[in-house]
């Protein structure tokens, strides 16, 4: 019973390895004798709207910013407005103090009436007071001359010649005698004290000498001068003499004119002055800084406050240097400030810088857009963070199919593969529109609800 068992079992066995083996030859020789066909991936074209976007991110800024200041300098008088307060057009917005301007302004006028009264002299010629005047200095300067040749010729016959003769001589009398002297000093025939007396006496004679020369020369040149002197004021008072009784020269009248008018033009910038004392809008705005106070001495052209228009603010942002194509004048933007998450503005791009800039060390396009408010009254400031999406094309209910479905064929040919209702595939030319990452626009080729192949068919 036992061995019969043992066959009985070994018998189960093979025929279980039979019966495996016979199913696994029936599989593999089945599959190769018999292939799967491939499932076709397929799409349907379909119809909606493609858009090509670049974000940036950026700031708002006012429309315009201007720093105002007085265009002359004194003391500030007083400040009328405060940082943060709406200031309207032609609205005085500060006040310098107008003394000094004011007595600026009578000290020109002074200026221009001396110039008119000097013109009119011009004109009408001289009184016979003045005539009379101007002949008197001329005999005064005559009779000067006269006097000073006189005192001039005899400079020649005064005492100091004959003093300069005199010391002269005895220069010369002791020049000698000191020569005598110091032969005999050499010789041993004198002491030491005698030839030192005679060698000082022919220094001081000398001394005297030259004194007289200089007082002489002295006497001598100042009548000298005198007389140039004196015949610089005859030809003076001769020049003017005859000015006065010719007809007014061109010349005369013309600096007389020039006067006037330059004293009427230091009127007129006094006249400015005072009336630049007064700061005033130049458009309608928001005061946004207050740099002076009252009392304070302030320069021309040295900023006292800034004026921003915010009812028309820009926005400036900033998008990568890859997506440059992608921004241009004239493209829509959409716009969320950070402070108004729940708010989208509209706008458009009114401005591309033409250089790159640096943002968080970055390359990236500056550009500028404008906010449409639409009237609402959001409250905005200057300086609040925005996202920014630049629409650079887009295309509405147009016809759409996955990029997968295209192929290009050649150079600028592209095709479509459109599953026929038989299961036939049909390659077919199409002209492709814009592209986004996941469709393109099927400009023609194609029909709305054709099926095209997304796969690689053989």
Known sequence: MKKRRTWIILTIVLLLAAGGGYAAYARFFAGAEEPQEPTLQTATVTQGDIVIT??????????AELELA????????????????????????????????ERALAE?????????????DARQ???????????????????????????????????????VERAKEQRDWYVSYYQTQKSRYED??????????????????????????????????????????????????????????????????????????????AREKAQANLETAQLYAPFDGTVMDVAATAGQQVSANTSILTLADLGQPLVRFWIEETDMSSVAVGYPVTIVFEALPDDTFSGEVVRVDPVLVTVDNTPAVQAWASLD?????????????????????????????PLEALRETSPGQTTVFVVKP?????????????????NAEILSGLELGETVSVGEPE
Do not use: W
């Open 54 to 63: 670049a974000d940036g991110s950026g700031e708002l800024v006012p429309a």
């Open 188 to 265: 041993g025939d004198i002491s030491q004290s005698d030839h030192d007396y005679a060698m000082n006496a022919m220094i001081s004679a000398d001394g005297r000498y030259s004194k007289a020369v200089n007082q002489a020369l002295t006497e001598e040149t100042t009548a000298k001068s005198r007389v140039e002197q004196a015949q610089t004021a005859v030809y003076q008072a001769r020049e003017n003499l005859q000015l006065l009784e010719s007809e007014p020269l061109t010349n005369t009248l013309t600096r007389a004119t020039l006067a006037v008018d330059q004293a009427l033009l």
């Open 70 to 101: 007085f265009r002359t300098s004194g003391v500030l008088g007083e400040v009328l407005v405060e940082t943060g307060d709406q200031a309207q057009k032609d609205e005085v917005l500060a006040r310098l103090q107008t003394e000094d301007l």
């Open 125 to 163: 010629g001289p009184s016979d007071a003045e005539l009379a005047d101007a002949r008197a200095a001329l005999r005064d300067a005559q009779v000067e001359l006269k006097l000073a040749q006189d005192a001039y010729e005899n400079t020649s016959d005064s005492g100091l010649d004959a003093a």
């Open 422 to 438: 038989s299961g036939e595939l049909e390659m077919r030319a199409v002209v492709v529109g814009l592209r986004d990452p996941a």
């Open 108 to 120: 020109a006028d002074v200026e221009v009436q001396l110039a008119q009264l000097d013109l009119a």
């Open 373 to 401: 408010l639409d009237d609402r009254e959001a409250h905005l400031l200057s300086g609040m963070t925005a996202e920014v999406e630049v629409v650079a094309a887009e295309a509405r209910n147009a016809l759409l199919v």
